[in-house]
């Protein structure tokens, strides 16, 4: 009598993948968890607990999951080295796909899932830019779509965590891609959503330092780094990455339009408490991504959801997600090379000897 | 195989009972709408199209829905006028209630719903004053019992609606119980929070004009208000309620302690956007209580189904109920009557001829 | 060749008083400060060190001071008790006086400097409330005129210093009048100036507590008050004071109308910085009511002395003086009567035995 | 009797050079205003009107201006293109010299103005960067000084102009040095000072566009641009400036350290007012530079004044104000060629064929 339900899949139970498997079991109404997936044995024990019992079946193989009956629709959320390889095989199986970002940290890797999501129109196949799903950032998005700031030129943006002096991101910085694939990627995509996702990239430059981590270097990664995106066009953005806030999670966004500009976050707030106390008065900010973004999480969990049973169109193209891997890919050589790197009309790399 | 789930009834379909049904029809996982009473056709209309296709069974009579079979809760979303007499027979029909504030406009008639409850022990039964799930509200409240500013001694708390130029507030004036039953309420019950639950109210006072609506002093009601409510043990709290905000919702309040301060919302927004455009930097705001405390209503719905189900205990006491009527209507007397009003030791007003 | 200057006398060289003498001295180049005046030894010899050398007469004696030759004005700012005679003797003097507020803490007293003005229409007295001449309070004084939020109707002010634990206030507390004519004295005036300065005050009422000086009750006062004053003409003020701030000065007001609101301070700050740390992002805030009004006691100064040179309009009338003095005696009174206390359209007391 | 005063003159009296005149005119106490020089008839005319009367003598030959007996320093606030060639002329004969920003749109003709200062070391001759004047810039830098934010690393600030729809500044470009070179240059000095004077520039790249003035192309100028300056030792700044700000000016800075950070007015105010409205909540800030930084002028103006008549230490040194045209000359270029541009540890340009 109820009305049907998306039978979802989790693969990964990491620290995003429990969210996302939290989320869709507690959170959508309208899906239902049905399976999750992890190889790790401390991540099955967490599912014993936390999933089993409500239904969930665990697997610590991927492929076995696929083939769970009546499955529809898999979240990925394993490590990014694994995204697109998993994220092929979902589709090939006929699943609907949300993949975490980046879809890989390699521009072809990403475009092999593209391709294969293109021969299955059929299926929603989206790489989760969670942002693009937070209320605040939609606002923006429709107060400029009405024109309130003109022609939007200058986008500012930056993704910057606290603080994390346990040494974790520089054994995370042998995959993550670099500062500039694992955390700009968010303004990379912001930027072209705001310019337009026919924006064409015409050159990028960026320089990075390792103020806290200086081990980083091995990895040819860096704790803090700008970067500046020329599009074709006449349109400019200009990005700031770090890994070492004080005071907590510091991800604000510009856009600078001919008559006016819109800011998202430029004063970051926990809530809507004020402490007065001896030093002045202070508010608390959020301490990670997830306490930012955790509404547009779930709001993305939910959309995908309707998406895939009302067969309705995704908010964003999967060929955006390439793009902004291509782009972050090349801040990331840009900062270790020196070089500012150029690309023609077409997309393609461009030598400038003379530059 | 799936695991039980609130049964859940809701009597009202205007404004806040529309929200209150969609919100334990979508957003409870826990809980399951099964029935809804109005004996409004238009309401009812609405109930065909967004309730009875989701298995909600529609009721004209109040009294026929609480024989539905199975059923176990009921939210009471109806005109303030009924729902002391319908918390009270849901209540002998063995049902938890979830009661609409105020429970009445009276303190004797409040009461009799405590008495009531009271027989019931094993009911879950609970006047809902949302700020009281505010997740800022709560921040303020952890904040203060870490003892972040010591004792509490002054309370600032406004409740300020957005003008309605359309003399709606003018014909609700008639049975709202005024300004201070219908507004400032909330204020009180924050008072009675923050000052501890047995906080003694030693005096009010009170004084209101009509600035933008004179009929409402048809109805002994003014349009902005000013009180000051003096408790035993050396606590102010002072309030302030209109109907005449030009920018938005503004519900924001101060607790002000022997070693520091706490606010919140005294800089309300809407979201994390500013704009900036010819005139200055702009930030948008809530434009009633539902913009302002959208998800204080959801996790309310969802926190009183996991008392429901799992026996746990309610925030608040409903007791707390009775008194923040009870001061409500004397700060009402008091505007309209210009006297201050005195309480003894025990609760009783007091004559006190020399004031 | 050099356009004549002001030449002018401080009387007292307290806290104020220096402020004062300094300010006349760097400050005003119309001005030029010839003499001051100070029983007190460490006081002289402070003047000894910043003002004598610069050829400024010192006084063991006000009435000697006046006598000296080419003295045009008199800045008051010695303890209340003695403005109004210090300021009539000087008036009497023929010289312009620019008197600290309040002009006495009696109503009476107050009066009495009004009638001595009035006999001499050519001169210039004024009672310096700071708050006239800051930048932001005169700015929402020309939005009001200007029409920007309809008609004032609401006014909520406060004046909270931080605390103070060395029991300054408790020894102070013997001659400052008390709370309210103490510290709200500026919050009345701005009630004053933002309503009308004819506006009838109709009622007061307040409550007052001590939650960290007990010893305040020995001089009838409280380190935390709250007051209403009514206002013939359907007009509402409400104040809060408070000597237990932890941040710093907290000295807000709000000016609520038919159709907009105004605030001044309702978000103090110190400067433009913002401090991102540990615990979130703070601001500091001003310290003092110095800290806060600098500037305005420096263009107070300033006005004063192009009034005086050039006969020119000063902003505000004396009268307004003994206004503010009434109605701050009222509320100290109602505090500790708990009656409240009724006007008559003329402004006298009226007995409301019903009340 | 009374105390010396210093003898000023003003070269120029456009926009910049009325405020600087009656800056030394009305509010520097300890200088007097003798002379001003322009060869420009209205600018005489207005002169003739506001300096004149209050004994400034008038000259439309500044080197006749410079025999005037007496004399001890100049201010010279004429046209960029002159800054250095009457700087040199006034220290030459022996006068003090605050020259405005920037010496010069050239490095060496910059350099030429130390090199002739180096000659004659009594002299105080400095350029006048107004934001180290500043409140909340030297509040900033003394807490940066206490060691709140730890090492300072990355350096965010931008130069944000008002729209101008009048064609002023496509004219203007003629002779600016181009948007980097007049409004970067304090983003640069402000990076030079909180990075510390002798920070050596490793590398600069930047990128323009013209959105709305694209006329400014033909002078090889810009209306918004970006850019990077890598330092060696691991510090880099980024930098925004802009002249289509809607709102008003916005100049802001980020001091962001390796425990904490530190920004300047990046919530612009114009005071303390906050303006509630159908619409929201609004700000006014201020409308150009002056609005921003009139104090910071005020105390430049008598910090400079005491330096020369007290022999003080001036507050940076003049070789700062020649490394800072260097950079912004060479963001100029990067901007235009789209080279990015290297610098050796010497300061000395490097060809880095492989870039």
Redesign the interface.
Known sequence: ???PRLQVACAGLGRMGKRHALNFL??V?RAELVAAFTPDDAEIAWAQVHLEP??VKLYKDYDEMLLQQGLQAVVIATVTTVHAEQAIKAIQADKHVLCEKPLSTSESVSQSVVTAAAKKPHLKVMCGFSRRFD??YR??MD?MESG??G?P??F?SQTCDV?DPSGFFVAYAQFSGGIFVDCSIHDIDLALWFFGQDSQVK?V????????QPDLRAHNDRD?A???I?FYG???A?I?C?R?????Q?DSTEI?G????????????????????????????PQNYYGRFREAFEREAKEFTDCCLDDGRLPMKLSGAVQAVKIGCALQEAMIS???IWFDTTGSRME?AQ?
């Open positions: 009598m109820s009305p507690e959170k109404t409500f239904g209320a605040s606002d923006a107060k309130m700031i022609r030129s200058i500012r603080l050159s430059v960026s320089s990075g330092i390792t103020a806290v803090n700008v970067g500046i020329e006449g349109k400019i200009y700031f770090s070492m806030m004080a005071a907590g510091e600078i001919t008559s006016g500009k819109l800011t998202v976050n430029t004063q970051p707030v926990s809530n809507l408490v004020n402490i007065y106390e001896p030093g002045g008065i202070r508010r608390e900010i020196g070089k500012k400038r530059m």
